[in-house]
């Protein structure tokens, strides 16, 4: 198991930043493809971003794509989400994944592990 935790959720006005972290604890999150996704209530899970193995090559969804940055920490076993340019659309429980196979890629049944999720509210 690869358990994953998130943190730094929370309640922003439009236009403002929040960053989340995904934790990992007994594997090393380097070796894995390692993806946000996000779900609003009603809707389907929607991918965010991810950031391939080793080489950590970061590739985004349409809708976050030049406001939300993805990046990893090797030293603190972390990848986080920095999101910025915040609009309410943006709300929803962001989940982190983390997937073994390099083929992991915007489908969530790709991932092999999965932390709680973090509530992120964008007010107007």
């Known amino acids: 198991q690869v358990p994953l935790v998130e943190s730094g959720g929370g309640l922003v006005q439009a236009g403002g930043s929040l960053r989340l972290s995904c934790a990992a604890s007994?594997?090393?999150?380097?070796?894995?493809?390692v993806a946000w996704f996000r779900q609003a209530p009603g809707m389907e899970r929607e991918f965010v971003a991810r950031?391939?193995?080793?080489?950590?090559?970061?590739y985004y969804g349409e809708s976050v794509k030049g406001r939300f940055i993805i990046s990893r920490d090797d030293a603190k076993n972390t990848v986080s989400l920095q999101m910025n340019s915040l609009k309410p659309e943006d709300t929803a429980v962001y989940s982190c994944?983390?997937?073994?196979?390099?083929?992991?890629?915007?489908?969530?049944?790709?991932?092999?592990?999965w932390g709680q999720g973090t509530q992120v509210t964008v007010s107007s």
């Open positions: 950031i391939t193995r080793s080489l950590g090559i970061a």
């Open positions: 007994g594997r090393i999150l380097r070796n894995y493809v």
């Open positions: 994944a983390a997937a073994a196979s390099t083929l992991a890629s915007t489908t969530p049944t790709g991932y092999d592990y």
